[in-house]
């Protein structure tokens, strides 16, 4: 995989046949960025707090009835998931809010995934673009649980981060981040978090 342009251009994975056909509309994009890890510039960690101000009991309450984390809570149902059980990634970040008063800052990527998320409902997460052999492809494991590959074998489930072995570390300078869309939300929702976690990369390094 490699960075071909300074805006992030998102690219459909692969959908296993089977899987679009038990779930019609679900469709992974990825996004290749120039990026390393490290620790969060002064503006993100405030977007943050600025998230967790607007991120209170009323809002959070009726988040879940809201279009795009709906949709997400429909798909997790589909999946044989309870979404009260096992949160959906928006709903799980608005919980620890409700439960630490805020956002602690975890760092680069992960910051920028959790801003986006938040901004738009939409889960993203993170690869080390360099250790991602091939295309992306959403297929089901031996055990049929739906995980994401690559041509070498499964990466990660879906909406579970990454193993160390794909996860962005001290080499990495190239990032792949990795939007799930669920059946029922709009392309833009996707493209609007996708280049929100883009925008907030390469400030990495700047003076906090």
């Not at 992974?28 to 009991?57: I, N, T």
């Not at 008063?101 to 690869?127: C, I, K, M, Q, Y």
């Amino acid at each position: 995989m490699r960075v071909t342009d300074p805006d992030p251009v998102l690219v459909a994975a692969a959908i296993d046949p089977l899987v679009a056909e038990e779930h019609p509309g679900l469709r992974v994009w990825s996004a290749e960025v120039a990026a390393r890890p490290g620790r969060s510039p002064r503006e993100l960690r405030e977007r943050l707090r600025g998230a967790a101000d607007r991120w209170r009991g009323a809002q959070a309450i009726v988040l879940r009835t809201r279009p795009v984390p709906w949709a997400y809570r429909v798909l997790f149902r589909h999946l044989g998931l309870d979404p009260d059980i096992t949160r959906t990634p928006v709903e799980a970040l608005v919980l620890e809010r409700m439960l630490d008063g805020g956002f602690a800052s975890r760092g680069l990527p992960a910051d920028a995934l959790a801003l986006a998320t938040l901004e738009t409902g939409v889960p993203v997460l993170a690869l080390d673009a360099e250790r991602v052999q091939g295309g992306l492809v959403l297929r089901p494991d031996d055990g049929g649980r739906l995980v994401l590959a690559d041509a070498a074998g499964p990466i990660a489930p879906l909406f579970a981060p990454p193993g160390e072995e794909h996860a962005p570390g001290r080499a990495t300078t190239t990032m792949a981040l990795v939007a799930v869309q669920a059946p029922g939300v709009e392309d833009i929702f996707v493209e609007e978090a996708v280049w929100t976690a883009a925008a907030a990369l390469p400030t990495m390094g700047a003076p906090s």
